[in-house]
């Protein structure tokens, strides 16, 4: 018999969530999504239900992010009721998370990007080893940051949402604390511990006596050029900034700027801009309209998926192909 891809327990004072797709990296499919609402529906008025764990399993990743090869193949056929199930539905999930009325605890330990930080921003404790791995890569692969998050980045401190949105920057240990993305850095010898005392207490306060001293941020020699630079109203604005930095740092973003999709940076910063005004269900509506034309009625995301997780070849064909050629008017027409 297959595992399941999501195992439901209830342990001690806790309804417990292993994500159990690990050779995956534990990528959200669309039944693990109907489990995931079926537990919320189940747990969040069984008062025996004190808190929620949230684990992946197989000590690689949390959870990698929702499955867009399936996503793209739908969309390659011409077959929008999949496509639409599968993101209205996730994103109801979101919602759900937000709205449950318990702690919800995020045990990340490893790679946690895209759908996998969906899981877990919107309520807490968010718990990260240093082995813990937060991105949002979405503008590699021509979507944008979804899962709530176009709600979520514009409140991280300063720029730093814009930053992780446009380049998909990749946040570790207790960097994902500092940037806002996580609540606790606990080393990964102590989430067993971590664990039993949850179950044992059903307190998300018992975090606190495991959470370890953070260290300075990485990122914090560049915190003021992130602020300055990425706080520009177009995307070409933020490369000029930049630019006119003249930093080694700052020269690194341009680079991984132009490897982009233009229109995908174009459309995400747009988003954020119009998330920073939104309430979290406003940003889930706005996103699950722009699925549809991003998914299907622009070719990028089909080409993005191909290069970055089909052939792998790491060369996708944008179109247009870069920054100066975007039309303004059809940014905003995805959005209609």
Not at 82 to 100: D, H, K, Q, S
Not at 241 to 269: D, N
């Amino acid at each position: 018999m297959t595992e399941a891809s999501l195992i439901l327990n209830r342990e001690g004072h806790a309804g417990t969530i292993l994500m159990n797709r690990p050779k995956a990296l534990n990528a959200l499919d669309i039944g693990m999504i109907r489990d995931f609402s079926a537990a919320i529906a189940q747990w969040k008025d069984d008062a025996s239900v004190r808190l929620v764990i949230l684990e992946g399993a197989g000590g690689r990743a949390f959870c990698a992010g929702g499955d867009v090869r399936a996503v793209r193949e739908a969309a390659v056929a011409g077959d929008r009721a999949p496509v639409e199930a599968f993101f209205t539905e996730e994103y109801a999930v979101n919602a759900g998370i937000a709205l449950f009325p318990k702690p919800w605890v995020s045990l990340i330990d490893g790679v946690c990007m895209g759908g996998g930080i969906g899981l877990s921003i919107h309520n807490g404790p968010r718990v990260v080893s240093e082995h813990a791995l937060l991105a949002m890569p979405e503008t590699a692969i021509a979507l944008f940051p979804d899962v709530g998050t176009s709600y979520v980045l514009p409140r991280l401190p300063g720029a730093i949402g814009t930053w992780l949105a446009l380049t998909g920057a990749r946040m570790t240990g207790a960097d994902c604390v500092h940037a806002g993305l996580a609540t606790h850095f606990v080393p990964r010898e102590s989430f067993a511990g971590l664990r039993t005392a949850l179950l044992e207490s059903g307190e998300p306060s018992i975090v606190e006596s495991f959470a370890a001293a953070l260290p300075e941020a990485s990122f914090a020699p560049h915190r003021t050029a992130i602020d300055r630079c990425f706080a520009q109203d177009s995307v070409l604005g933020i490369i000029a900034a930049l630019e006119a930095e003249g930093t080694e740092w700052a020269a690194a973003q341009v680079k991984i700027l132009r490897r982009m999709s233009p229109t995908s940076l174009s459309v995400s910063l747009e988003l954020l801009r119009r998330g920073k005004d939104m309430d979290l269900a406003g940003c889930l509506a706005e996103e699950l309209k722009l699925t549809g034309s991003v998914v299907h009625d622009h070719p990028d995301f089909r080409e993005g998926v191909r290069s970055v997780l089909v052939d792998k070849d790491g060369a996708p064909n944008w179109t247009p192909k870069t920054l100066e050629e975007v039309d303004p008017a059809a940014i905003l027409a995805l959005f209609r």
